[in-house]
């Protein structure tokens, strides 16, 4: 299995390999360029892609899974437009996780609250979601992850134990931090790219595409043109005989650990 550790291992041997070659037989410096290139490029790629469990595991599906079930992740809130979403989670009877910053629960405590009480699942999605966050060193991630979860425990009275990382981005520092809090975390195989554009038709042909059994939806509940697409998209899945449930369901893994005393 292809992972950070095992490649940084791989490439350090391999550079120490050339610095003895060069000592000795006084090679090219291009060498040297020809092997840290590839190191990046797996890097970025591994870094960036939540799927490709190269700095820690992430659960994006559930790939045993035959029954036509799929799950539904908003990223981003609470906002004005959660209580939208809810509505229609509602009106569809469906069940979702939502990942919410840290500080819109501040914001918006009360539609926290009601995410809550209309029995859905909540995770951490960090407390700022820094366009920076990629960069922080472990001790910062770490106390974000920490203050996001006093948030919501306060209003679920249990230890969260999912977490996204914002931009589905996975570094060593993150990783790092996760080991200390013990997340789990939840990616996605489903992508809408709803916070990129506002092409109403565009986003909801991708996720249609990729609908499969066991999938998970990743969605925004933060613009209007997200609940517009959530409403057709919940249409499509009932048509086509989709039971949509939550993550912990469909993972079989707990969304919240222990009540808090």
């Keep these: 299995m292809i992972t950070h550790k095992n490649i940084s291992v791989f490439f350090i041997f391999l550079l120490l390999f050339l610095f003895v070659l060069k000592a000795d037989k006084g090679i090219n410096e291009l060498w040297f360029f020809i092997v840290i290139v590839p190191f990046i490029a797996i890097n970025i790629y591994g870094t960036s892609r939540i799927s490709s469990n190269y700095i820690i595991k992430a659960f994006c599906n559930n790939p045993s899974e035959t029954e036509k079930k799929i799950a539904l992740t908003f990223d981003d809130g609470p906002s004005i437009y959660t209580l939208e979403v809810l509505e229609l989670l509602k009106k569809y009877d469906a069940k979702a996780t939502f990942f919410c910053i840290g500080k819109n629960i501040e914001k918006h405590p009360e539609i926290l609250k009601q995410v809550i009480a209309e029995g859905h699942l909540v995770g951490n999605h960090s407390y700022s979601h820094s366009k920076f966050f ?5 001790p910062t991630i770490r106390k974000e992850l920490q203050k996001t979860d006093q948030l919501l425990e306060k209003f679920t009275s249990k230890k ?13 520092s993150i990783g790092r931090a996760l080991k200390i809090t013990g997340h789990k975390v939840i990616g996605w195989n489903i992508r809408s790219l709803d916070g990129g554009t506002t092409n109403q038709e ?6 249609k595409k990729r609908v499969c059994p066991g999938g998970i939806v990743l969605l925004h509940d933060t613009a209007p043109h997200s609940v517009l697409v959530l409403e057709q998209f919940l249409q499509f899945l009932q048509q086509n005989n989709y039971e949509v449930v939550s993550v912990e369901e469909l993972l079989k893994l707990n969304a919240y650990e222990f009540e808090r005393g």
């Design 134 to 138: 990629d960069f922080y060193t472990e």
């Design 160 to 172: 969260i134990n999912f977490f996204r990382p914002p931009y589905g981005v996975t570094t060593p």
């Design 202 to 207: 565009l986003i909801l042909n991708r996720i």
